[in-house]
Antibody
Framework: QVQLVQSGTEVKKPGASVKVSCKASGYTFTGYYMHWVRQAPGQGLEWMGWINPNSGDTNYAQKFQGRVTMTRDTSISTAYMELSTLRSDDTAVYYC????????WGQGTLVTVSS | QAVVTQEPSLTVSPGGTVTLTCGSSTGAVTSGHYPYWFQQKPGQAPRTLIYDTSNKHSWTPARFSGSLLGGKAALTLAGAQPEDEADYYCFLSYSGARPWVFGGGTKLTVL
């Protein structure tokens, strides 16, 4: 069965960077775009961007351009989302989700930004 | 960036019918926006109910349906159950590069 397993909780200081991983299994990793979404505490969902694991092409939401980098390692079927210059309002749960029906989501990774 | 609008909250009686809507600041929502609907319960990851306007996943209860209604995307719940109490988010695609935008979510109460 399709599974997306994300890396664990992160605590970062303002100004630092965080890199969240999303390991895919149960399907052909390069066959589906991977999206990243975040949700701040008590807030709604926010789309951050996608990566095409086959080509490495990316498309980022305007809000995150310049601060987010999405990459992948096809040898281990893993997608990554790195967010830099962290601020306190980047505190959120970060999700990966597989495109085409969005039938599979990762379990979420809590990133806390605090001094 | 476009703004996607949803009702902040709705209440439905058990067994009743309710329609949640999803509008776009750029004009009418069409099938070309590939509307999605997600359900999220407290402490859980979102779950996709509807994709591409009206398509269901195998786990989508039959009482949920998606459509276009009056220039908006719509999610209709017919025969509400207590377990349907949740937040519902719509999600639209814009432009050829397909950037996506979430609505602010609708908190649905079954009471």
């Amino acid at each position: 069965q399709v599974q997306l397993v994300q890396s664990g909780t992160e605590v970062k200081k303002p100004g630092a960077s965080v890199k969240v991983s999303c390991k895919a299994s149960g399907y052909t990793f390069t066959g589906y775009y991977m999206h990243w979404v975040r949700q701040a505490p008590g807030q709604g969902l926010e789309w951050m961007g996608w990566i095409n694991p086959n080509s490495g092409d990316t498309n980022y939401a305007q809000k995150f351009q310049g601060r987010v980098t999405m990459t992948r390692d096809t040898s281990i079927s893993t997608a990554y989302m790195e967010l830099s210059t962290l601020r306190s309002d980047d505190t959120a749960v970060y999700y990966c989700a597989r495109d085409r029906g969005w039938s599979s989501w990762g379990q979420g990774t809590l990133v806390t930004v605090s001094s | 960036q476009a703004v996607v609008t949803q009702e902040p909250s709705l209440t439905v009686s058990p067994g009743g019918t309710v329609t949640l809507t999803c509008g776009s600041s750029t004009g009418a929502v069409t099938s070309g926006h590939y509307p999605y609907w997600f359900q999220q319960k407290p402490g859980q990851a979102p779950r996709t109910l509807i994709y591409d306007t009206s398509n269901k996943h195998s786990w989508t209860p039959a009482r949920f349906s998606g459509s276009l209604l009056g220039g908006k995307a719509a999610l209709t719940l017919a025969g509400a159950q207590p377990e349907d109490e949740a937040d519902y988010y719509c999600f639209l695609s814009y432009s050829g590069a397909r950037p996506w935008v979430f609505g602010g979510g609708t908190k649905l109460t079954v009471l």
